[in-house]
């Protein structure tokens, strides 16, 4: 594999040679992942209380979650130790999700997230920290709007903005962390990597 040079910040990044600063001739990748935009899912949580040793919280057992607002549909993995919670997995995001709009609901930012103790002691807490399209920590996606209608953003700057009447099938060149209005149905908007 001649050209191609490793270790590279990403798992794959080649290098070609002779075509390097020259951007006419470079290769052109739009998308390598995809995934629907789900109006407030959660993507990280923090301030954890694990419970206490009355808790009886199992290693590697999955969890419901209640919260303190509307949000619904969010599991979560403990990784647990003497019965107290010390870590979790999201293993289901949650957020709105319109083909299950009575088991899912939209997260906000610092609502709090309890998982409820199977034994006698303390439940676990937590608070969302995030509702970010996944995996935009470093680089926000583009979007792809499948149905006509107005997209409110969050930039990577973190400036919101509306984009009003875009029309099906559009494709929004930007670099987006979140969306802020609602999708009517999964796969409305679609988040390009």
Same mark, same amino acid.
């Given at each position: *594999? &001649? ?6 910040? %990403? ?5 070609? =040679? ?17 995934? %629907? +935009?789900? /109006?407030? %899912?959660? &993507?990280? /949580? ?17 969890? #419901? ?57 303390? =439940?676990?807490?937590?608070? +969302? ?5 996944? %995996? ?11 149905? &006509? *209608?107005?997209?409110?953003?969050? /930039? ?8 009003? #009447? ?8 930007? /670099?987006?962390?979140?969306?802020? #209005? ?12």
């Amino acid at each position: *594999m &001649a050209g191609l040079q490793f270790p590279q910040f %990403n798992q794959w990044e080649p290098t070609l =040679d002779g075509v390097e600063g020259n951007f006419q001739a470079e290769p052109r990748v739009f998308v390598h992942n995809a995934t %629907n +935009v789900v /109006l407030g %899912n959660v &993507a990280s /949580l923090y301030r954890l209380f694990g419970g206490d040793s009355n808790s009886g919280f199992v290693d590697g057992t999955t969890y #419901s979650t209640t919260s303190s607002g509307s949000g619904k549909g969010l599991t979560l993995k403990v990784k647990a130790s003497g019965g107290i919670v010390q870590g979790v997995e999201i293993i289901e995001a949650g957020g709105q999700d319109t083909t299950k709009p009575t088991t899912y609901s939209a997260y906000v930012i610092n609502e709090t997230i309890t998982i409820a103790s199977p034994g006698a002691g303390a =439940d676990a807490t937590l608070r +969302v920290s995030s509702i970010d399209i996944p %995996n935009t920590e470093k680089r926000g996606a583009c979007l792809y709007v499948g149905v &006509a *209608m107005d997209v409110g953003v969050v /930039l990577e700057s973190g400036a919101e903005v509306t984009f009003k #009447s875009v029309p099906a099938g559009s494709f929004l060149p930007i /670099l987006v962390k979140r969306v802020s #209005s609602a999708p009517t149905a999964t796969g409305d908007i679609i988040a390009l990597y």
